[in-house]
């Protein structure tokens, strides 16, 4: 178990307060898994440099984790690096001709036990709907390049008006993916959002909102302690569905493999399992962070 300590409150203390359960069920069919796997992949090329320095380039990953992405027809629209105080907020926006998607993919953190570490619990007012609250440090990520993607999207969807626009990303790329696309849905854009081992990013109105806007596919895995965090107990909570992988570490995932808990803030998937782990937060159907 995972020994850290938050402003003098462990984290055994604090990984409590969810929701009630709901029910699980498991009907995750082989084209579903396909599409997390294949979005999983997109997720881990945002790892590899090559992909944040060439834009204009077919995708690669280095470690040879994304072979559903270089196998198919991509060009990098736009690749960009940001620095700020709460993470670096990197990643690319690609066209894939042969699955006909956009996809917007961000970097997970590079040093997770030191962003772990340095992650806050505070909440702010947030114009995405009515009395929802946002994870402080992930809103003002998001903020930092939200006209830049934006224009960047508009400009791709002239050339590309019937392909389908999907965000993704990992760890706290998964945060910003997920504020991202929840941001431009209210704006009147179509984003399909796949995200994998996203920690909380905001309030239960919050949640509940991103929920009713639909067309997500929240992974998590096992006890992965980042999507435990920040804390319900301080008053953040998770969006439903959630796809539950409860194989382990380097195992091949099968559709079996996958629970689909349904419920805003369950208890029933991640957020219950006892033991917050550090290394099931680099499986997610591969080695995802592998190219970092």
């Not at 997770?112 to 992650?119: G, H, P, Q, R, V």
Request: with cysteine; proline share 4%.
């Amino acid at each position: 178990m995972l020994l850290r300590r938050f402003w003098g409150v462990s984290v055994a203390a604090t990984l409590v307060g969810a929701a009630p359960a709901r029910p699980v069920s498991r009907d995750v069919s082989t084209d579903v898994l396909d599409q997390l796997t294949l979005f999983a992949q997109y997720a881990a090329a945002s790892y590899c440099s090559n992909n944040l320095n060439s834009t204009g380039t077919p995708l690669l990953c280095a470690a040879g984790n994304c072979p559903s992405v270089q196998s198919a027809q991509t060009s990098t629209l736009h690749e960009f690096d940001h620095s700020t105080k709460f993470g670096d907020v990197a990643g690319f926006l690609a066209a894939d001709k042969t699955n006909k998607l956009l996809v917007l993919s961000f970097r997970g953190s590079r040093t997770l036990s030191t962003w772990i570490a340095n992650l806050d619990f505070g909440l702010t007012d947030a114009s995405l709907c009515s009395d929802c609250q946002v994870h402080t440090g992930f809103w003002q990520s998001w903020q930092t390049v939200a006209d830049e993607m934006r224009s960047k999207i508009d400009s791709a969807l002239k050339t590309y008006s019937d392909y389908t626009l999907v965000f993704t990303g990992h760890s706290f790329g998964a945060a910003i993916a997920t504020l991202g696309g929840t941001a431009l849905r209210n704006a009147g854009y179509k984003v399909n959002l796949y995200t994998y081992g996203e920690p909380r990013v905001g309030n239960e109105a919050l949640a509940k909102y991103i929920t009713k806007q639909a067309h997500l596919w929240r992974v998590t895995h096992t006890d992965d302690i980042v999507p435990k965090l920040p804390p319900a107990s301080f008053g953040f909570s998770h969006a439903s569905p959630e796809y539950w992988v409860t194989s382990g570490d380097n195992k091949t995932v099968t559709p079996a493999d996958i629970q689909v808990v349904q419920g805003v803030g369950s208890t029933d998937g991640n957020a219950g399992t006892p033991e917050p782990d550090v290394s099931a937060h680099n499986w997610y159907l591969l080695n995802i962070d592998a190219c970092q």
